[in-house]
């Protein structure tokens, strides 16, 4: 324990003589600053000051880092005029809030504007020097002190300088806001809790050129980034997005240098000619494109449709007539444009000379005075030089894009302070419920009060900000447009935004659009044309999913749309055409009524009631004859009441099948069958004991079949047919079947038997009786009577077993409706069969040769005379 608080002693003596020393060698006399940055700057002093952020040059001299020598600063040079009339738009604003007696009333905003030279060690020291200040400021107890210069930053222009000014000024809560930086990684609350923007973010940006390759049909595109967070995160955006909607694929993505590397650039072009993708979208700045169409001018690279992000959109370099024949027609996605009242006669006051502007300021805005300007050699600027008639971009304000977004991030830093200063004391946003007041001001305090912003500029836009720091968003969408006469224009052709109702939304004027091409059509730009209605897309393995062939549907299956992966299969009920794009409702096929097959066999079956009747009508008239009274005229009326139930169930074989026809016919039919046959057994068993009777001994066998005998026979066959079908209705009935067995693209309608084994049970013991009808019979054959009738139910019995003998195999192999069909015709062949050969003779007797119908004649005794 004394060991731990002697080592901790020895630490603090340790740590007293460091500080002590470096404060005794790097601040002699008091606290000093290390050095100063010089920074091409502008000032306006004021009650709160505001900083800004501006790309005024493009380029700085490279410092010699040997260290065997201080180093020197920096020097910019390459004057961007639109970067410095940004600069302006923020003094402009602020100038105006300070004329506003309804915004921050006395309250003066001041401003500090650094140039950062499009540099990120320049922009990071300016950001630096905005919130620590660089002046020297000690008070008598030796300590440095004094409020930050600044209380928000408007800027920085580059998303990298704002990754890394923002990293920084995150942690002690600096609000920034910028006008430019896209980038959506600065979406990360918890990266940079202070970052705002008025610009929309890539993430938006990138779904807004994908709803424009969605609305032309393109889904195969190229894509090319810078390699900095701003084309890297696009990249990453990009592919993110269009692998959630599949709304299209990249055909490459590529990494455009920063430096003239000619031979990567070659490569680059060379891999756009071969590719097949006819949409190329650029996520870089206008220093790549240049470097980039170098080589494309070189190649000759026609006819691609190029897509702009907002960061090269309105290069006024690129729009020159050697680069049209192959960026005419590009849509790009510009910053909204805006209207800014008074800015133009704000930019006609710019002096090099003013009181405000440093001996840097003075540098920076000598160039934009080029009526002075001159060619080999002219005169200096004197500072008083008329800039009303001066042909120059500086004062171009009909299309204020960049400059709308520094004046919307200026008045989101005025009206959330002043918000703060609106505070009433007891009813403040902070703890205690306390206020902040102008002599206290923290920028952590405009932070909270920046989350909560709402306004609506003149123009008529309203600005607030989201959780992640971001605005409303919304794009311009702009059209190259070249000219007969060989200049350019870039055209406003529709909008990409964000409502709280509508969500996002593209609205585009196609009328307005220049397509640099023969057609004067956008073009088609795609991996694998859609497949036609009825066929399937099945990936190729290894390419993106929108390269695909197209494999028809099978039968059966349809795809009706375009996009379609797989087949869908058509209802049960349905089929495909033969385009395999619909369904269409299965033909139905059953024995119809409707058709000549089921006309036929109807009329067959009535014909065959109507001669059943006919027989037993002349069979009721002539009842009293021989003929007719032979063998028991009962039984033969009884038979030709079931021939005619037989004729009337083949009527319920025809038809589409019900549920209470499918039970019914088969019962019907094999009751009446046996109804039939049993008449038939019981005269041929009668017809045996007549021949027995008249034999020595044999009287005692008529009275076995007398007339209660033979309808008890007939009653307790049919009553064993009636239990057998009783039985097989109610264990497992037959049905309706929708068979599709026999064909795919149709549906079969017959009455599944139900149980194979009740079916062929009431065929077995119909064929039994009919088989016993037919032994008997053939035994009695040799009757000596004139009329023996034991000779035409044997003939009768041999037709009917034929038939059903025949009906077994047929009836199995037919499939569908031809099952019934032969089913009704076996039917009907052998009710015609019974009819024809049991009654055809008695009826031609009765009717043509009444001589033969006599009891002697009957008897074989002769015909009377």
Known sequence: MWSYLLTIFFLLILVYSFSSASCSS????????????????????????????????????????????????????????????????????????????????????????????????????????????????????????????????????????????STVLGLYRVPMVSYFATCSCLSDRQKYPSFFRTIPSDAFQVRAIIQILKHFGWTWAGLLISDDDYGL??????????????????????????????????????????????????FAHESHMINLMEEVVAHNLIGLQWIASEAWTAAAVLQIPQLMPYLGGTLGIAIRRGEIQGLREFLLQVRPNLPHST??????????????????????????????????EFLEISNLRPEYNVYKAVYALAYSLDDMLQCKPGRGSFSGDSCATLQSLEPWQLVYHLERVNFTTSFGDQVSFDENGDALPIYDVMNWLWLPDGS?????????KRSTFKG?????????????????????????ENCPPGAHMVRRKGEPECC????????????????????????????????????????????????????????????????????????????????????NSELSFQLLLSLKMCFLCSLLF???????????????????????????????????????????????????????????????????????????LVSSSPAPHKNTQ???????????????????VLLGYIGMLAFLSFLIAFLVRNLPDSFNEAKLITFSMLIFCAVWVAFVPAYISSPGKLADAVEVFAILASSFGLLITLFGPKCYIILLRPEMNTKKAVMGRGIES
């Not at 455009?256 to 490569?267: A, F, H, N, S, V």
């Not at 840097?360 to 030089?385: D, H, K, N």
Request: glycine letters at 8%; one cysteine or more; proline letters at 4%.
């Open 26 to 165: 790097l601040f002699p006399s008091s606290c000093q600053l290390l050095g100063k940055f010089h920074l091409n700057g502008m000032h306006k002093t004021g009650d709160v000051i505001l900083g800004g952020l501006f790309q005024v040059h493009f380029f700085s001299s490279i410092q010699d880092l040997s260290f065997t020598s201080q180093s020197q600063q920096s020097v910019c040079h390459g004057f961007d005029v639109l970067g410095f009339r940004q600069a302006q738009t923020m003094a402009f604003a602020i100038d105006e809030i300070n004329r506003n007696s309804n915004l921050l009333p006395n309250v003066t905003l001041g401003y500090t504007l650094y140039d950062n030279c499009l540099e990120l060690g320049i922009g990071f020291r300016a950001a630096l020097s905005l919130v620590s200040g660089q002046e020297e400021k000690i008070i008598l107890n030796n300590k440095c002190a004094g409020n930050p210069p600044v209380i928000g930053i408007v800027g920085d222009s580059s998303s990298t300088r704002s990754i890394a000014i």
């Open 233 to 282: 995160h696009a990249a990453r955006a990009f592919q993110s997005e269009l692998s959630l909607s599949g709304e299209g694929c990249l055909a490459y993505v590529e990494v455009l240098p920063w430096d003239t590397d000619t031979d990567e650039i070659r490569r680059i072009v060379d891999v756009i000619k071969k590719s097949t993708a006819r949409v190329v979208i650029v």
């Open 359 to 392: 001996s840097y300021g003075r540098s920076m805005v000598r160039e934009p005075f080029t009526v002075c300007w001159l060619e080999g050699g002219g005169a200096i600027c004197t500072g008083q030089e008329d800039l009303e008639n001066a042909d120059t």
């Open 488 to 496: 350019t224009e870039v055209q406003n052709v529709g909008e990409v």
């Open 504 to 528: 996002e939304e593209l609205i585009l004027d196609e009328d307005k659009i220049f397509w640099n091409f023969e057609s004067k059509k956008p073009p088609r730009s795609v991996c694998s």
């Open 548 to 631: 695909f062939d197209c494999i028809p549907c099978s039968e059966g299956k349809i795809t009706n749309t375009s996009d379609s992966l797989e087949c869908t299969s058509c209802p049960e009920d349905f089929w495909s055409n033969p385009n395999r794009d619909h369904c269409i409702p299965k033909q139905t096929e059953f024995l119809s009524y409707h058709e000549p097959l089921g006309i036929c066999l109807t009329a067959t079956s009535l014909l065959g009631t109507f001669v059943c009747a006919v027989v037993l009508g002349i069979f009721i008239y002539h009842r009293r004859t021989p003929i007719v009274r032979a063998n």
């Open 654 to 728: 025809i038809g589409r099948p019900r549920l209470w026809t499918c039970q019914l016919r088969h019962a019907a039919f094999g009751i009446s069958f046996v109804l039939c046959v049993s008449c038939i057994l019981v005269k041929t068993m009668v017809v045996l004991a007549v021949f027995k009777a008249s034999k020595p001994g044999g009287g005692t066998s008529l009275k076995w079949f007398g007339a209660m005998q033979q309808r008890g026979t007939v009653l307790f066959l049919t009553s064993i047919q009636a239990a057998i079908c009783t039985t097989w």
């Open 742 to 760: 026999y064909h795919n693209d149709k549906i079969v309608y017959e009455c599944a038997v139900g149980s194979t084994v009740g079916f062929a």
